[in-house]
């Protein structure tokens, strides 16, 4: 696909590299062009152009990489597929995703990664990287095969949904992984105090009479790969931080040099437990919704660089999984149509970030951690691209959504930014 | 004035007035109650339908003599025998129910939040009878009656509750409907067994039992469920009883004739001992009459209001 986008307002990570720095030679002012040749960027050249897009009043960042969705294909499709999942993830301007392997069967060996990829690459509208298991059967007991996942096409690794176990098998499978450079992903939890608990234990749950899931289930298993991270110097990633204590914990650790990177979401830093009064499904997420002074954290957090990355953790979920009992619902939200206008709204529209701090939050950071060439305007690089209409808003209705998970916490909220346009290998992917 | 709303699902919804109509109410029924042909026809032509999902005594029994007393078709479904043995869901299942013209929906269920999920999808006027670890409404309208009734007031109060408040839905009534009203709830019981927000829900928080009592007009001791025993929240109920278990002594601490409450079933020797449930102090007994009456007042201020629409 050949293509030129001109008038373009590029958006660039906070930090850049030196093949960044090319493009950015080609033009100082304030817009430039960006010529795709058979769907990478390249130098100027005079066509012929299969499109060519005005991006006048957009602005254009690079491809959106969201480490973190779950596409319920294989098992669930009920909830969403590979399908659905990636035009959902096109609608919000992402032009990759990494989608995490509590499916049934779960992602655990090479030919589930090699299916997924397929189905991807046969439905799919943008990048699908699946994240490999880290136990078998996400079970905590051995190790699944990292390698020959790896070679099949996962990018990393996580036992998500769970802990990885116990701190000895966290310690095996970081050794372990390190051999095949792929990076693990802990969802931290400490179940035997969690023990069931199923929003913020505080104020709100006493009241609501919901059992609670203290915070500090979280922190001690943040503090667990932490030090294990240090003791083996290799590198650990702490999936959808939502407490203060974990954000603090990070900071001190990158300090020390510790290699461990973080991610958070957008409703851990727009919402509290106090959205579940009135047994609000929408609002039970995994790990729970906390209180202001944890969202007052996460924003520093993401402010400072202790959190290297904005993920969705994407889980759609059936109405009828939902639309009942609120102990009964499942835990989760969407978040691929709302996560970067959601962050803007209320990152870059109060002045606590700024759009290059987007850039680097949904583009670098995540191409770092799963080290693909993807994610920046790199010459010769596969040309993903996202442009983005900041000056119009748009009132979110659940129902209309793209997702076939209809369970998102913004309904009839109403963010600022809308996406024009989704380009993934130079192609138009989504076209509002 | 009218009940605000077309349910009564929790203390929380309702503001002093609402209460105090409540209890007012209430107190007419209760001579209704005394009466040798207890029969009113304010609910002629009604339907009332107990949905229990748990297990109950007074409160289903109660329920359902309140709707007989005053002419309403009442029907009585627990989840054996019924379609939610089959998979069925609430919803459906109260769906069902609503569409056969109930006017009185009444539910216990295990799950906090379960009364209010429903009362928005049905037609019906939804009366919790108990949700999880939510609201007792009905119980703690009954316990304030009572205090009412006995000491003749409600304002500025010393009412002093024992045991496993976390757990514990008349916990939460009592301390809504009792702040509401002006009166002020003292907790203790053991820690393990206390919310961890205990003092920010408007309660004063002791963990020294003897200073909850001390002077008290009320003393309310909660039920303890064995099975917390075994999940390791208290070690024993020899123990439990030592230091939380009401008792003659404990109770000397409080006023002379401070009432001794208990919403049922008690575990007679581990939260409360024999001598003191049977004593003279002890409205036990009481709280079941005054529960027939509250629920009475219920049905017939939330019918006034259905016909009033």
Known sequence: MNAKIYNAHLIWPRELSEKDQAIVKQDNKETTEIYIKDGCFSEAYDGPFDYEIDAQGLVVFPGLIDCHVHLREPGFEYKEDIASGTRAAAAGGFTSVACMPNTDPVCDNASVVKFIKERAAEVGVVNVWPIGAVTKGQKGEQLAEMGLMKEAGAVALSDDGVSVKTADMMRKAMVYAADFDLTIIDHCEDASISNGGIMNEGLASTQMGIKGSPSIAEDITVMRDILIADYLDLPVHIAHVSTKRSVEQIREAKARGVKVTAETCPQYFIFTDDNCRGYNTLFRAYPPLRRPEDVEAIIEGLQDGTLDMIVTDHAPHHEDEKDIEFSLAKNGMTGLETAFSASYTYLVKPGYLELEDLARLFCSAPERLLKVERGSFNLGTAADLTLIDLEQSQTIDRFKMVSKGKNSPFHEMTLDSKIKYTIVDGEVVYDA | ?309
């Open chain 2, 1 to 309: 004035m009218h009940l605000k709303s077309k349910d009564l699902l929790s203390i929380e919804q309702l503001s002093a007035e609402e209460i105090v109509m409540i209890l007012d109410s209430a107190k007419t029924m209760k001579k209704v109650l005394t009466q040798p042909t207890k029969k009113t026809s304010h609910l002629q032509g009604k339907s009332v339908v107990n949905l229990f999902f748990e297990n109950s005594t007074r409160t289903r029994l109660s329920f359902e003599m309140a709707a007989k007393y005053m002419g309403a078709a009442s029907v009585n479904i627990s989840s054996s025998g019924s379609s939610i043995n089959k998979g069925e869901t609430l919803l459906d299942t109260a769906v069902t129910i609503d569409m056969m013209s109930t006017d009185f929906l009444i539910m216990r269920h295990r799950e906090s939040g379960a009364a209010e999920f429903l009362a928005k999808r049905v037609s019906a006027s939804v009366i919790n009878a108990g949700d999880g670890m939510h609201e007792h409404p009905t119980q703690a309208l009954l316990d304030v009656f009572t205090m009412r009734d006995k000491l003749g007031h409600l304002d500025k109060l010393k009412v002093a509750i024992i045991g496993d408040c976390l757990h514990s839905r008349v916990f939460r009534s009592n301390l809504l409907a009792l702040t509401k009203l002006g009166s002020e709830v003292w907790v203790s019981g053991p820690a393990s067994l206390m919310p961890l927000d205990v003092k920010q829900t408007g309660a004063h928080y002791t963990r020294h039992v003897e200073e909850a009592i001390e002077g008290a007009d009320v003393v309310m001791s909660l039920r303890i469920q064995l099975e917390r025993m075994k999940c390791g929240l208290f070690p024993s109920v020899n123990e439990y009883f030592r230091y939380y278990g009401l008792d003659d002594n404990k109770i000397k601490l409080a006023k002379e004739n401070a009432l001794v409450m208990h919403p049922g079933p008690a575990n007679r020797g581990v939260e409360i001992n024999s001598a003191l449930y049977e004593s003279d102090q002890s409205v036990i007994s009481e709280q079941v009459t005054n529960g027939v009456a509250i629920r009475m007042a219920i049905l017939y201020l939330l019918n006034l209001r259905r016909n009033a629409l």
